[in-house]
Antibody
Framework: EVQLLQSEGGLVQPGESLKLSCAAS????????MTWVRQAPGKGLEWVST????????NYADSVKGRFAVSRDNSKNTLYLQMNSLRAEDTAVYYC??????WGQGTLVTVSS | DIVMTQTPLSLSVTPGQPASISCKSS???????????LYWYLQKPGQPPQLLIY???NRFSGVPDRFSGSGSGTDFTLKISRVEAEDVGIYYC?????????FGQGTKVEIK
């Protein structure tokens, strides 16, 4: 059974950093691209970033480019999202996903002073 | 960026009646190898999205056969043949043919 278990989020101040993690099981992690999608409160879904199975290729939404960094540790079957210089508009539930069918439970990140 | 436009944005349906949601993309989602990179999701309150349809018309495992996807190129439709109470939520289409991947605005389905 495919499972994606996400770390806790939290409340951070504007300008601070936070690192999310997503532990995968039930499939050969290294052979699949992994994706982060976020959803601001009461809003729709927004693609954030995708990383290839090897980790050698990454893509980012313009809204996070230069501030967020996606990475993975295939020896630990874990996906990460390093979020720097956080802004109020980054407040959202962040989902890790193995597109298309498998999604984590979501992690709430709140950026507020 | 590919813009995904869903209509309607909300739908109120009597149980047992059909429902239809349209999703139009600003560019073709058909790849040269013949795959169409269009997905349909249902998101229920407090839950992550759940996949209904992949590659435009393929029903995901375990999805009831009252859900069907159709369309090609830039025009797509999700149909529910007979709406049930458990079908309430927000439906999204999504394209993955080009980065940035983009979603439709969502269609909220309610039961009358």
């Amino acid at each position: 059974e495919v499972q994606l278990l996400q770390s806790e989020g939290g409340l951070v101040q504007p300008g601070e950093s936070l690192k999310l993690s997503c532990a995968a099981s039930g499939f050969t992690f290294s052979t699949y691209a992994m994706t982060w999608v976020r959803q601001a409160p009461g809003k729709g879904l927004e693609w954030v970033s995708t990383i290839s199975g090897s980790g050698g290729s990454t893509n980012y939404a313009d809204s996070v480019k230069g501030r967020f960094a996606v990475s993975r540790d295939n020896s630990k079957n874990t996906l990460y999202l390093q979020m720097n210089s956080l802004r109020a508009e980054d407040t959202a539930v962040y989902y890790c996903a193995r597109i298309s069918p498998w999604w984590g439970q979501g992690t709430l990140v709140t950026v507020s002073s | 960026d590919i813009v995904m436009t869903q209509t309607p944005l909300s739908l109120s349906v009597t149980p047992g009646q059909p429902a239809s949601i349209s999703c139009k993309s600003s560019q073709s989602l058909l790849q040269s190898e013949g795959k169409t990179y269009l997905y349909w999701y249902l998101q229920k309150p407090g839950q992550p999205p759940q996949l209904l349809i992949y590659e435009a018309f393929n029903r995901f495992s375990g999805v009831p056969d009252r859900f069907s996807g159709s369309g090609s190129g830039t025009d797509f439709t999700l149909k529910i043949s007979r709406v049930e109470a458990e079908d309430v939520g927000i439906y999204y289409c999504m394209q993955t043919i080009q980065v940035p991947w983009t979603f439709g605005q969502g269609t909220k389905v309610e039961i009358k």
